[in-house]
């Protein structure tokens, strides 16, 4: 598997679900066509953030923390993204997607606070 093919499964798993619970909630609230495609891309940010995470999780949480099964993905040989860039170069680039994510809201003010603390979460879980 690729990189790319990584990305592209994650995208469209865990940042599809993430986009549209973001984005559903913006049109429910009459968001413009603009603060849509904002929310969208913070929302596919934080998705990929939130699976690359949760693979470094899976390599460095014990069970106990995890609340399942720990180093699962390793055992089954699955690709990852720390089989891809290492522990340390994932939680980077999950940062990256994070920061990428919180330039999106900036034109929201505060109103964008919850999603900001949802972002900080995301890479600072340890479960």
Known sequence: MTL??????????????????VVCGAIL??????????????????????????????????QAELGKTAGKDLQSQKATYPSFWGIDESKRQADQLIAAAKAELQAFGSSAQPLLALGDYITARKN
């Open 4 to 21: 790319e093919t990584l990305n592209y499964i994650h995208r469209h798993k865990t940042g599809a679900l993430l986009e549209s619970s």
């Open 29 to 62: 609230a009459g968001a413009a066509d603009s603060d849509l495609e904002c929310l969208s891309r913070y929302a596919q940010n934080i998705g990929l953030a939130f699976q690359i995470i949760d693979d470094v999780l899976d390599l460095t949480a014990t």
